[in-house]
């Protein structure tokens, strides 16, 4: 397995923001690929084609490609070497027990996986595979054409695809819909073939992250002509570089979501000079400096997505809680927020700044990053006074106003920067939260037990006490867990939680409906510290816990906060 110095990353970064004169994607750091192609079952005879085309995407983009058939190929060493492993067209039971126990470590220790096709179709008795792969092969019809509604334009895999997006190739129903689990990037219209059983919604391509690893699935590439299609060759390419982490992708799952422009302008508004012009759902903007507000609504706590690109070493960025400019944009710049889009300016107007009042945490911002000339997306999570900035799924900013003379209930806008800067936004979307989850931590106050305390000056209800001068501190040694009784039982989806210096390296969100009987909400390895806001949980309980079973340090665990959000 290859690794990036951090420094040359960040170089690379740079460059591509700075002398890339039109979108592109910068090479990526050289990295290796497993495609395991081993059948139990059906074989496709598109599998030596598959191969192929893998190899030619490698020689073209900087990755080399091992093809085998061997499962003993499954062991810890000899994984450790793949940034991802394919499974191109698998059937069946095609691993033992030993050789799923390394390819499970494998993925939550931060590898990769891509599934093609019959990847579906593959082992049906191993529940940690069916959760990576997203969904279980359940039929198919004769091949036939279709048009895929691709829903996420932001992906690697599907950013250079139409909204409708038709071809021919053998079209999978699937046992289960994955998408409360997974990022849904394309879905098959079942009114333009015949034979689906999911009805209208009825995904073929996702991707997910499961524990610090990456999944993605494309139910495409039965046939051996889909591998000399173009958009076809692009989608595979785009699926193993995120899957081997050299492209960033938001691939927590959604729902809940209105798009206030998804191609359609209506309720927007320019307000100062320039312009965006609008074409393929996309905004591009032109001169300024302007700004292209929604002045259909105001917004109050709220979550706010976005898909942005730049080009070249350009300038723009998103603007929340102005009130209404009419035609001043300098309105939204003194009286709202802006989180800033340019990777190449002062740490305090950064990409993923809030310009001029609180820098990004410029190594999550550069770790999650994608260099101009690719595709990148926002989380702006409003709630009261508080903005959190997501990019690409990854927390980068937390910022609360306290300026008496700013608010952040108000409009969204985006900005055109002017002449010399190019930026494009797809697929704006919002979630309003009021009476929603995070609005309440259901655990404030409530009853906390816990496995130990370090003394008794750090009991269980200090985790839940509001305070960040408090904590609870557990004994020395694994495993440790806290607890919260909610008084009631709630739908769940989300927890956050503020570690002091001693944390988890590894733990578990737990459920229960009686205190007793527990099931695992979301798994964490690899934790570092700090704030962890696990959100896109679905869980009904009463009772929550934190079950630590790897120490970071030789100390116990140790929690400032415990939250709790649902309804």
Not at 135 to 152: D, E, G, L
Not at 190 to 200: D, I, L, P, V
Not at 261 to 271: H, I, L, P
Not at 424 to 441: D, H, M, S, W, Y
Request: glycine residues 10%; charged residues 15%.
């Amino acid at each position: 397995m290859r690794k990036l110095i951090a420094g040359t990353a960040a170089m690379v970064a740079l460059a591509a923001c700075t002398f890339t004169a039109s979108p592109a994607i910068a090479a990526d750091a050289p990295y290796d690929v497993l495609v395991f192609s081993k059948t139990a079952g059906f074989r496709h005879d598109a599998i030596p084609v598959g191969i192929q085309t893998i190899r030619d995407l490698g020689a073209a983009n900087n990755f080399t490609v091992t093809a085998t058939e061997d499962a003993n190929a499954f062991t810890t060493a000899n994984l450790a070497q793949y940034e991802t492993v394919v499974f191109l067209n698998t059937t069946g039971d095609v691993l033992n027990a030993t050789q799923q126990t390394a390819f499970e470590s494998y993925v939550r220790g931060g590898g990769g996986y891509a599934g093609v096709h019959a990847a579906a179709d593959t082992e049906y008795d191993w529940p940690f595979y069916g959760n990576l792969v997203g969904a279980y092969f359940h039929s198919h019809p004769a091949i036939q054409t279709v048009t895929a509604r691709v829903q996420n334009r932001a992906h690697p895999s599907s950013a250079h695809l139409p909204q409708s997006w038709t071809r021919s190739d053998e079209l999978y129903n699937y046992r289960t819909n994955p998408r409360s689990g997974a990022a849904v990037l394309a879905t098959l219209d079942e009114s333009t073939y015949s034979g689906g059983n999911m009805g209208a919604d009825h995904p073929i391509s996702w991707c997910k992250t499961v524990d610090s690893g990456r999944s993605w699935y494309t139910g495409f590439g039965h046939t051996q002509a889909s591998y000399a299609e173009a958009n076809f060759r692009s989608h595979l390419l785009g699926g193993i570089r995120y899957a081997a982490n050299r492209a960033k992708a938001d691939c927590r799952p959604e729902t809940g979501y209105t798009a206030i422009y998804n191609g359609s302008t209506t309720g927007w508004t320019q307000a100062g000079p320039g312009s965006f012009t609008n074409s393929d759902a996309t905004l591009s903007s032109t001169g300024g400096m302007g700004l292209y507000w929604y002045s259909a609504k105001q917004f109050t706590s709220y979550s706010l997505k976005a898909d942005w690109r730049l080009t070249g070493d350009s300038n723009s960025g998103i603007f929340v809680g102005f009130p209404n400019p009419n035609n001043d944009p300098w309105v939204a710049v003194n009286q709202g927020y802006e989180v800033q889009i340019d990777a190449t300016d002062a740490v305090d107007r950064t990409t993923g700044a809030i310009y001029t009042f609180k820098s990004a945490d410029v190594a999550a911002r550069d770790a999650a990053l994608n260099p101009a000339g690719e595709w990148n997306s926002y989380e702006l999570l409003v709630e009261g006074q508080r903005i959190r900035v997501y990019l690409n799924g990854k927390l980068v900013n937390d910022f609360t106003n306290t300026d008496p003379a700013r608010n952040l209930d108000g409009y969204i806008g985006i900005q055109n920067h002017g002449a010399g800067d190019q930026a494009a936004f797809r697929n704006i979307r919002v979630k309003e939260l009021t009476g929603q989850p995070p609005v309440t931590n259901l655990a404030q106050g409530k009853a906390a037990t816990a496995s130990s305390v370090e003394n008794a000056s750090y009991p269980a209800a200090n985790a839940v006490d509001a305070s960040t001068s408090t904590r609870w501190s557990s004994a020395f040694g694994d495993p440790q867990w806290v607890q919260v009784d909610l008084g009631a039982t709630y739908n769940i989806s989300r927890v956050r939680l503020l570690w002091e210096a001693a944390y988890g390296s590894a733990y578990q969100i737990q459920t229960s409906a009686n205190g007793s009987t527990w099931t695992t909400a979301r798994s964490v390895t690899g934790g570092n510290g700090g704030e962890d806001d696990l959100t896109g949980l679905n869980a009904q309980a009463r009772y929550v816990r934190v079950l630590g079973t790897t120490r970071a340090t030789q100390w116990g665990y140790s929690l400032f906060t415990f939250e709790v959000y649902g309804n």
